[in-house]
């Protein structure tokens, strides 16, 4: 009877350290996206804000969607045109679902999106303080 229960527990241990090992199949969605923006638009509601995108090619105008921890974050309620942002997230049929957010200078950004940031800052600029004869 000892040995019955012995074999059983362990039957049961090592059925469940192969489950643990295996774990799930590997979803495309577990590592999220390093992704650099550029926000184009004034936000108006936070849980979704347009921005020039760009995850290492070329950069698209995509609204980006934030994750509960991201809409808590003062970065993000900060948030205003021309900012530059280091994003993790992942894509989905609305835009970008995003789970952590950086701010950065608009030089540390990739090529693609610096000239998109330094035309909006030089527009913002003007906004701002026009030229004056």
Same mark, same amino acid.
Request: aromatic letters at 6%; charged letters at 20%; one cysteine or more.
């Given at each position: 009877?000892?040995?019955?229960?012995?074999?059983?527990?362990?039957?049961?241990?090592?059925?469940?350290?192969?489950?643990?090992?295996?774990?799930?199949?590997?979803?495309?969605?577990?590592?999220?996206?390093? #992704?650099?923006?550029?926000?184009? =638009?004034?936000?108006?509601?936070?849980?979704? /804000?347009?921005?020039? @995108?760009? +995850?290492? *090619?070329?950069?698209?105008?995509?609204?980006?969607?934030?994750?509960?921890?991201?809409?808590?974050?003062?970065?993000?309620?900060?948030?205003?045109?021309?900012?530059? #942002?280091?994003?993790?997230?992942? =894509?989905?049929?609305?835009?970008?679902?995003? /789970?952590?957010?950086? @701010?950065? +200078?608009? *030089?540390?950004?990739?090529?693609?999106?610096?000239?998109?940031?330094?035309?909006?800052?030089?527009?913002?600029?003007?906004?701002?303080?026009?030229?004056?004869?």
């Amino acid at each position: 009877m000892r040995i019955a229960t012995r074999a059983t527990r362990w039957v049961g241990f090592a059925a469940g350290v192969i489950a643990l090992l295996a774990g799930s199949p590997a979803l495309p969605q577990q590592d999220p996206t390093v #992704l650099f923006a550029v926000v184009t =638009k004034a936000p108006k509601d936070r849980s979704r /804000v347009t921005a020039q @995108v760009s +995850d290492g *090619g070329p950069s698209a105008e995509v609204v980006l969607i934030p994750s509960e921890s991201v809409v808590e974050n003062l970065i993000w309620k900060k948030l205003e045109v021309c900012h530059s #942002l280091r994003l993790e997230g992942w =894509k989905n049929q609305e835009g970008y679902r995003i /789970v952590a957010v950086k @701010v950065l +200078d608009a *030089g540390m950004l990739p090529m693609t999106l610096q000239s998109i940031a330094g035309d909006c800052l030089i527009k913002r600029a003007l906004e701002y303080a026009p030229l004056v004869d």
